[in-house]
């Protein structure tokens, strides 16, 4: 199979691997995909960008038979094909990473495996199959392995052993790096070369352009579900993609500059906790503290124990002593998270929907479950519906969120506008401190730059602000510092601007699953300040 | 042709007002033609039940007396669905409330006073309450299913009813019949007072209606079930403790059981025996969820529940069907009600000659 | 003297213990695939009820002549129906649940309440009526002696019963449909991602269950006694609930719980009979409930919940096309 398709190099054109011409997918109020066409040739690594809502996964959900398209043809190898579902995309030689796994926490590796398998071969044999694909491509995992146990990077092998057992023809890779940690990233491109290299074309969905043009060979960018240009990452500079990609000229984020910090907001001091559950993860010592107008960003891979830090601080999990949180001087570990906003914390969790905002409520009331004390919407024991709906009225207006009104429910809102109408309606509280979790994460470029600028504006103001993210690019464009969580710990507090990216990563990767080598290496990396 | 379920952008309120009006219609004829098919005149059937309690004026009371415990159940039951803590076991807690207010009969039987009412009426909420409080013990600290727990308790508690009326508090002048001494005068409640048709005990369920709708749709505890039952993890991120939900939810059902119980003891003379138990702790729950789990909306289906349970005693006497046969209306309407509840978030989309795919199912991506 | 007691009494706990086992098995296999359905109580009911009639309507002795074998084929030909009516039951509440998304407590429950009402409306006409009864399976010089007829004196059903259990563990642990299965009822996200029919199989599922839970009923109506009566079940569907949430969700468990619940019922008939009289019968009919209370708070309590329900339990799916 390897060799066979760069025989037929020479009719490149007629032997086009997957090609769609004027595709079209329609959703309720939404037109996802217009008139989209796309060529990926053999052994390609051909890049799909666009920013988030621009129509990238709406694609591949197409190619990959999860989808049908409304209008439009796909061609295989240059016969048109319909393909009816995954079973049928699998067939012709598509595989697919996800960008969310699907995997069951709870069975091991190979029957994770097994399960992703259309045919049905003995364990064993399968194992022997795994096993020789990682040492093909040089990837490290435990079959027997319980999927539970396993870091983001391993699961995303999973995933990746389960495509690769397809001697796939066509590989769609959704925003695999995500979760990555940057060395894992050259891991994976590595993978990736040695598998285009054998012939199998590579459909490669980001948004993050310096990726891109280390890897691929050609990109073609989608904006707002249309088809907006084919270039050559190469050739092209990240700005005049990023703006093909944004069709504007890009905005930088305005800070005052020279700024001062203050006296100090926000501090924890040796806050450790017990991990929770079978999949929970400890804090442990945990050490930071921030001053009014300064920005800390706290970076990491998912599953570090981003949540816990964030339930710790928001009051959702109470701390071990009410010393280990001190808010303007006042310690608050032992309070709950609405006698912290009612003192000036205010925190945005991960999770848009059923966590930050409730999706069947409506704007007003989601307001209400945040603000109703700090911004006194209660008279007499009840709620007033009338301070509810200003109050929301007033966020949807300062914050430009596209909804019919405070009426409108959370759910019935964009994943971009919902979260401007949260992030809005705890930066308008005046927080003394805010906490906030993924700001900008699924969220289109536009709304992204006014939640950057408006938590900006909010430090600006004299409030000391924390936000954790995976996205290291974010974090590294508008905080002023930077710790690394991993492994429940964070590291010494750097400064962003003296430290590298490289620096940065083996914080972020630790050494897995060894906290003592971790700790070590930290160590290490304290001793040779760069 | 396919049928596909599409999701609307906002929750139709139009669906929410209609669809229980038309579970009841649609349930006429279902239940018309299910008696039909086994031997039964159906469509008189029909009548009898739903229609005849109706246009008789001399049978409002009756409604009204079956009418009055199972809104007053229903509105607990409400606030506990809405927050996803499910009172399966109301109908045990209903029947301590009647003990607990029988047992303050009992000892007061040689009594007289006006103190003596409000005194087993307040037993009566207290027994229903700590019934109730052993599901919200388990499940708070022993994380056990509050739907197993309160339904066992029911049976426990039906042998406890067995136990005292065959026992302890039988009857001196009774026969040897199981059952309780008669309540006195100052432990009795009227069938019906100032002059209307109607129990107290319906009074009370009405004002206890707008109650529950002003805590539930305005105060910060309403705020606080209603979240916790769609999203615990925001209700946690809001400030609210779940555990104590918990704690509130079956208590505060607890108790109106406890209430329904200790009323319809005290209208009915007291005379507690094995019938006593009528299965309005699980009727309720369909009232509940008739209602919409909107204590006015509960309020109304409790009426028309009452009717159905005094339309099935008429449809015995004339049509001849068996008692229990209201419980099929009874769980037709629930099953309709459940069923076209997917109207509300859903519609329906037909699609005519398309290629079979796998449905998308939601995720939070592009 | 020892056997005169133990073995009647022995044979008493196995007779009381099949139907809740029989009810259990297959709501274990329901809820291992992500669904929680609570009317097990109403198929049960519908399942005795079915079992009953078509057991009489087929025993009818004016048949005997035309087609004589119908007598002794007539109870296997009732249990398979009663099978049949069970899971066409069930069927309603898949409907409502899997395809329109229903609240899954609410749906349950209302199963409960249908099939009460229903199974008493059909049984009017048979109440106080006898039906044949089963053949027994093993040759009866087996069981002419007390220690033979612990294990061979027994209803086909019984061992129905205890084969049904292990083919269970057999299905879910040793076959890849019941590997499906269980991923379906741990990530049913991610089993849709791969191109598993959730729906699907949990239909299967439920059905299979439903079948279960009508075989169950059927054994009241059929085995225990040859009679009919309303809501002669007497709750013995919930304490089979119980019993799955009691056993972890492992089968081996489940037959031993059950035995342990069959004790207890045990416990309560000979109370009836022979009048303990140091503490009341009623304590005794209670004893079933309060252990089961008792059981699942030791259960539930342990940092495991005694072996993981499945992460998808009682929550809806639906898919948003």
């Known amino acids: 199979m390897a060799g066979s398709n760069e025989a037929l190099g020479g009719s490149a054109a007629a032997r086009t691997r997957l090609e769609l011409r004027g595709v079209t997918k329609r959703f309720p109020g939404v037109l996802a995909n217009d008139n989209v066409s796309l060529k990926v040739r053999p052994g390609e690594i051909h890049a799909l960008l666009g920013e988030n809502g621009a129509g990238k996964s709406t694609l591949v959900k197409m190619i990959y038979g999860i989808l049908a398209p409304d209008s439009g043809e796909v061609l295989w190898d240059g016969q048109p094909v319909k393909i009816q579902n995954p079973r049928a995309a699998r067939k012709l030689g598509i595989g697919m990473v996800f960008q969310h796994f699907s995997l069951f926490e709870a069975l091991t590796v190979l029957e994770n495996i097994a399960l992703g398998l259309d045919s049905n071969i003995s364990q064993r044999e399968l194992e022997a199959e795994i096993r020789r694909v990682l040492d093909l491509y040089g990837l490290k995992l435990d079959p027997q392995r319980i999927v539970s146990t396993l870091s983001v990077g391993e699961r995303q092998r999973i995933e990746i052993v389960r495509a690769l057992l397809l001697n796939p023809r066509l590989l769609i890779m959704d925003e695999p790096t995500s979760v990555l940690t940057p060395q894992e990233v050259e891991q994976l491109f590595e993978t990736l070369r040695k598998l285009a290299a054998g012939g199998c074309s590579i459909l490669y969905i980001s948004h993050k352009l310096h990726e891109i043009i280390a890897l691929c060979d050609v990109a073609t960018i989608l904006r707002g579900g249309k088809f907006v240009a084919e270039c050559d990452p190469k050739k092209e500079t990240s700005r005049s993609m990023a703006e093909l990609m944004i069709g504007a000229n890009l905005k930088e984020i305005t800070r005052a500059p020279g700024r001062a910090f203050g006296e100090e907001k926000f501090a924890v001091r040796a806050l450790s906790l017990p991990k929770v559950g079978d999949f929970g993860m400890a804090l442990r010592d945990i050490n930071f503290s921030v001053r009014a107008g300064e920005i800390l960003g706290v970076a990491g891979v998912a599953g570090n124990g981003q949540n816990e830090f964030m339930t710790a601080l928001s009051g959702e999990v109470r701390a071990l002593t009410p010393e280990s949180i001190v808010l303007g001087g006042a310690p608050i570990g032992r309070l709950g998270p609405t006698d912290r906003r009612a003192l000036g914390l205010c925190a945005v969790p991960e999770e848009r929907n059923g966590h930050a905002a409730v999706g069947d409520f409506t704007l007003t009331e989601n307001g209400a479950l945040t603000a109703r004390r700090r911004m006194h919407f209660m008279q007499g024991g009840l709620i007033s519906a009338g301070r509810a709906t200003a109050y929301a009225d007033k966020v949807i207006k300062a914050f430009t969120v596209k909804a019919l009104g405070p009426s409108s429910t959370a759910g019935s809102l964009s994943g971009g506008n919902l979260q401007k109408f949260i992030m809005g309606r705890e930066i308008l509280q005046e927080p003394t401190a805010l906490v906030v979790s993924q700001p900008t994460w699924g969220v289109d470029a536009g709304a992204a730059g006014a939640i950057r600028q408006a938590i900006v504006d909010l430090a600006g103001r004299g409030a000391a602000v924390v936000v954790v993210s995976q996205d290291l690019d974010e974090l590294l464009e508008f905080c002023d510092s930077l710790v690394v969580i991993n492994l429940g710990g964070l590291s010494h507090v750097m400064k962003v601007g003296d430290v590298s990216i490289e620096e940065i990563g083996l914080l972020m990767g630790g050494v897995h699953g060894d906290p003592v080598a971790t700790v070590q290496m930290t160590e290490a990396l304290h001793d040779h300040p760069i | 042709m396919i049928i596909r379920f599409e999701k609307r952008r906002e929750p139709s309120k139009f669906m929410q007002a209609v669809t229980p009006i038309a579970a009841v219609l649609l349930t006429m004829v279902i239940g018309a033609l299910i008696f039909w098919l086994i031997g039964y005149d159906g469509p008189r059937a029909v009548k009898e039940i739903f229609f005849t309690p109706l246009l008789a004026p001399y049978k409002w009371p009756d409604v009204a007396r079956r009418a009055a415990p199972l809104i007053l159940i229903a509105l607990g039951l409400c606030m506990g669905n809405r927050a996803k803590v499910w009172n399966i076991g109301a109908e045990g807690q209903y029947l301590l409330g009647a003990l607990a207010g029988a047992g303050i009969a009992y000892l007061t039987k040689s009594l007289e006073g006006w103190w003596i009412m409000p005194l087993m009426i307040a037993a009566g909420i207290v027994g229903g309450a700590l019934w109730a409080a052993i599901p919200a013990f388990l499940k708070t600290r022993y994380r056990v299913n509050e739907i197993l727990s309160s339904l066992m308790l029911v049976y426990v508690a039906l042998q406890v009813l067995n136990y005292l009326v065959t026992g302890p508090w039988k009857d001196p002048n009774g026969h040897n019949f199981p059952q309780s001494a008669p309540f006195t005068a100052s432990q009795t409640l009227p069938h019906m007072i100032w002059g209307t048709p109607f129990p107290p005990g319906l009074f009370i369920a009405f004002a206890l209606a707008i109650v529950f709708w002003i805590v539930m749709s305005r105060s910060e505890f309403g705020l606080g079930i209603r979240v916790v039952g769609d999203a615990p993890k925001a209700a946690r991120y809001a400030g609210y403790d779940a555990n104590k939900m918990v704690w509130q939810t079956l208590l505060i059902s607890g108790g109106m059981a406890g209430l329904a119980g200790v009323l319809e003891a005290a209208t009915q003379g007291g005379q507690l025996n094995l019938g006593f138990p009528s299965g309005y702790g699980f009727t309720a729950i369909i009232v509940s969820f008739l209602g919409r789990l909107h204590p006015l909306g509960a309020a109304l289906a409790g009426v028309v529940l009452a009717v159905t349970y005094v339309g099935g005693q008429v449809a015995q006497t004339v049509v001849h069907v068996p008692n229990a046969t209201a419980g099929i209306f009874q769980a037709t309407m629930l099953f309709l009600i459940l069923a076209s509840d997917v109207l509300v978030k859903r519609r329906i989309k037909i699609v005519w000659s398309q290629p079979a795919q796998a449905p998308q199912v939601a995720r939070s991506t592009t | ?321």
């Not at chain 3, 609570?38 to 079915?50: D, H, R, Y």
């Not at chain 3, 086909?156 to 642990?173: D, E, R, S």
């Open chain 3, 1 to 321: 003297m020892i056997v005169d007691f133990l073995i009647p009494a022995l044979i008493t706990i196995v007779n009381v213990t099949t139907p809740i086992l029989l009810a259990a098995t297959g709501e274990l296999v329901v809820e291992k695939s992500g669904v929680l359905n609570l009317g097990i109580e109403g198929m049960m009911l519908i399942g005795a009820i079915t079992g009953f009639a078509v057991t009489f309507v087929l025993g009818d002795p004016s048949y005997a002549d035309s087609a004589p074998w119908l007598a002794a084929a007539a109870p296997w030909l009732g249990v398979i129906a009663a099978a049949v009516a069970g899971a066409a039951a069930s069927m309603l509440f898949a409907f409502l649940v899997l395809t329109l998304g229903s609240n899954q407590v609410a749906t349950g429950l209302a199963l409960v309440i249908f099939g009460t009402g229903l199974s008493s409306l059909i049984g009017a006409s048979y109440v106080g009526i006898t039906i044949p009864s089963f053949d027994s399976i093993f040759p009866d010089w087996l069981a002419s002696d007390p220690v033979g007829k612990l294990f061979f004196g027994y209803s086909p059903l019984v061992y129905f019963a205890f084969l049904a259990v292990f083919g269970v563990y057999w299905f879910l642990n040793k076959t890849r449909s019941g590997l499906v299965l269980r991923a379906i009822g741990e990530n049913d996200l991610s089993a849709h991602s791969i191109g598993y029919s959730v729906i699907g199989v949990r239909y299967a599922a439920v059905a299979f269950g439903g079948a279960m839970a009508g075989i169950a009923g059927a054994y009241f109506s059929m085995v225990i006694t040859p009679l009919w009566a309303e809501q002669m079940t007497a709750g013995r569907g919930w304490i089979a609930l119980a019993l799955v949430v009691f056993s972890g969700w492992r089968p081996g468990r489940l037959l031993a719980g059950a035995y342990f619940f069959g004790l207890f019922m045990t416990l309560e008939l000979y109370a009836k009979a022979s009048g303990f009289s140091f503490l009341p019968s009623q304590f005794w009919a209670a004893m079933p409930y309060l252990m089961a209370i008792i059981v699942l708070a030791i259960m539930s309590a342990r940092e495991s919940g005694g072996g993981e329900a499945p992460a998808c339990l009682g929550k809806p799916y639906m898919s948003d096309a």
